[in-house]
């Protein structure tokens, strides 16, 4: 979505970023749509952000560090669920296989941050994890979300099989209805 601006996110209940970030010219449009209640869902590359970024908000936002590491090529990782009791987990398996991404770590880690819950963590059953580049330890949640902003993050996306899964793709609808389900307007699922 180029050339955001506050006016034109306001037509929108739930913004969704696929490998997405805005520009510097797009970013405090951005801010003032999340802070008045705008929905997020982003995926894998959407919350990449380092040392170069300058975004501090961004941060805050997100409930973590800038991007540590990731492994590489893409490959598939076992998932383990960190609660079965929010409405974006409750009908997944304690763990599953992901499909073959690549996937980012973040430091610190948003498990730290007390606005954030963490839904789903890479294992570390998978480590080391990745052939040129490897991680070898860490916390590594997947998806989460900050309880300050409606939004959802989820660390998948890269490449061709980010939607060939069945039990990803139900995490995927699930994290899409749950935050279109929090719209302060109300929950359109209920009417």
Not at 21 to 32: D, V, Y
Not at 37 to 42: E, K, L, N, S
Not at 116 to 137: M, T
Not at 166 to 184: E, K
Request: charged share 20%.
């Amino acid at each position: 979505m180029q050339g955001m601006t506050v006016d034109s996110l306001k037509q929108y209940d739930v913004v969704v970023w696929l490998n997405f970030s805005p520009g510097r010219n797009e970013r405090k449009a951005f801010q003032e749509y999340m802070e008045q209640g705008g929905g997020w869902v982003g995926f894998h590359a959407a919350a990449y952000n380092d040392r170069n970024t300058q975004w501090p908000w961004y941060n805050e936002f997100l409930g973590c560090g800038p991007f540590y590491c990731n492994n590489w090529p893409p490959q598939p990782v076992l998932v383990e669920c960190d609660t079965q009791e929010h409405p974006v987990t409750r009908s997944l398996v304690r763990e599953f296989v992901a499909p073959a991404s690549e996937f980012y770590q973040w430091n610190p880690s948003p498990r730290l941050n007390p606005d954030v819950e963490v839904l789903l963590s890479l294992s570390p059953k998978n480590y080391p994890l990745g052939i040129k580049d490897v991680v070898n330890f860490g916390d590594f949640p997947l998806v989460w979300t900050n309880k300050k902003f409606r939004m959802i993050y989820l660390n998948m996306g890269h490449g061709d099989e980010g939607f060939i899964d069945a039990t990803q793709n139900l995490l995927f609808v699930n994290a899409f209805r749950w935050v279109v389900s929090r719209d302060p307007k109300g929950d359109p699922f209920k009417k």
